[in-house]
């Protein structure tokens, strides 16, 4: 499966922004799909999970209460809805999707990846 994601761009702190993540392919919908960050200088790092129904979801603390991770499989397509956004969570944003079709924090389980999609929070 390939993906792509896209809806990044420059927020105000406060803001919201809803990123999405296209998959090509039918197999899209039997995994699981993750959404990974990256800050500049930085490890990539977890922010939410889905199984391939898309329930149940996993957060990250830092993202919690202000994200939503939700996909829809009859378009091939998955989303990130963030809201409340912060300085911090500034960062090249990635959908990545995972062949056990189970909801994971971990990166090494994800065996797709798309190119990421940048996200700057102005202060």
């Known amino acids: 499966v390939q993906l792509q994601a896209s809806g990044g761009g420059v927020v105000e702190a406060g803001g919201s922004r809803r990123l999405s993540c296209e998959a090509s392919?039918?197999?899209?919908?039997?995994?699981?799909m993750g959404w990974f960050r990256q800050a500049s200088g930085k490890e990539r790092e977890f922010v939410a999970a889905?199984?391939?129904?898309?329930?149940?979801?996993i957060y990250s603390k830092s993202v919690e209460g202000r994200f939503t991770i939700s996909r829809d499989n009859a378009k091939n397509m998955g989303y990130l809805e963030m809201n409340d956004l912060r300085p911090e969570d500034t960062a090249v944003y990635y959908c990545?999707?995972?062949?056990?079709?189970?909801?994971?924090?971990?990166?090494?389980?994800?065996?797709?990846w798309g190119q990421g999609t940048l996200v700057t929070v102005s202060s």
């Open positions: 392919g039918p197999a899209f919908s039997r995994y699981g």
């Open positions: 889905t199984s391939s129904i898309g329930a149940p979801t």
């Open positions: 990545a999707a995972e062949r056990t079709g189970f909801q994971s924090s971990n990166r090494a389980n994800y065996a797709y």
